[in-house]
T-cell receptor
Framework: AQTVTQSQPEMSVQEAETVTLSCTYDTSESDYYLFWYKQPPSRQMILVIRQEAYKQQNATENRFSVNFQKAAKSFSLKISDSQLGDAAMYFCAYRSPNSNSGYALNFGKGTSLLVTP | DVKVTQSSRYLVKRTGEKVFLECVQDMDHENMFWYRQDPGLGLRLIYFSYDVKMKEKGDIPEGYSVSREKKERFSLILESASTNQTSMYLC?????????????FGQGTRLTVV
């Protein structure tokens, strides 16, 4: 099974500043999909951003962008102009194109982001 | 508004009880999943189903079983609850489509086994 590693259990950022959350993964597949999910205190998992491995261009969604380095197997999330509502647990996830896994997401252990005023 | 609904947000059960966690989705998704979430361990896949009456083991199936009699409903069963099954349980669903399809999650059931 593919391994997803988030090396930062906790991160802190000041409001309006920029923060980058790290994610690396291990796979022998050449085609796959990567995701960042956010879990606020309400516990509701929310998709933040997604990236197809065959796309060289980094995905962007408003204040959220990724730095996808396929050769390095790295998929970091950058949050610009941080807001108090960004405080949450962030999970990096890998999805194989192989249907044997039911297209299940394989998650990292998460990074808890604290946003200070 | 799409929804995955889990029947309980909080449950307290006794050791040895049979426990049912229910999940219903209204998006006509083929794929449904049960994850367990523990601090410092992230989300781990227990079981998944890609069709009615079909089920496959995930990474940590021991002590659990599942049932999918209808497309919209996926149940997780703890045959004989134990204290090490105290955890947060998350249900999710997605369409098979292309691999970049979004998975939608329920709000989780926090289960305590005493």
């Amino acid at each position: 099974a593919q391994t997803v590693t988030q090396s930062q259990p906790e991160m802190s950022v000041q409001e309006a500043e920029t923060v980058t959350l790290s994610c690396t993964y291990d796979t022998s597949e050449s085609d796959y999909y990567l995701f960042w999910y956010k879990q606020p205190p309400s516990r509701q998992m929310i998709l933040v951003i997604r990236q197809e491995a065959y796309k060289q261009q980094n995905a962007t969604e408003n204040r959220f962008s990724v730095n996808f380095q396929k050769a390095a197997k790295s998929f970091s999330l950058k949050i610009s102009d941080s807001q108090l509502g960004d405080a949450a647990m962030y999970f990096c996830a890998y999805r194989s194109p192989n249907s044997n896994s039911g297209y299940a997401l394989n998650f990292g252990k998460g990074t808890s982001l604290l946003v200070t005023p | 508004d799409v929804k995955v609904t889990q029947s309980s947000r909080y449950l307290v059960k006794r050791t040895g009880e049979k426990v049912f966690l229910e999940c219903v989705q209204d998006m006509d998704h083929e794929n449904m999943f049960w994850y367990r979430q523990d601090p410092g361990l992230g989300l781990r896949l227990i079981y998944f189903s890609y069709d009615v009456k079909m089920k496959e083991k995930g990474d940590i199936p021991e002590g659990y079983s599942v049932s999918r009699e209808k497309k919209e409903r996926f149940s997780l069963i703890l045959e004989s609850a134990s204290t090490n099954q105290t955890s947060m349980y998350l249900c999710a669903s997605s369409s098979p489509g292309q691999g970049n399809t979004e998975a939608f999650f329920g709000q989780g059931t926090r289960l305590t086994v005493v």
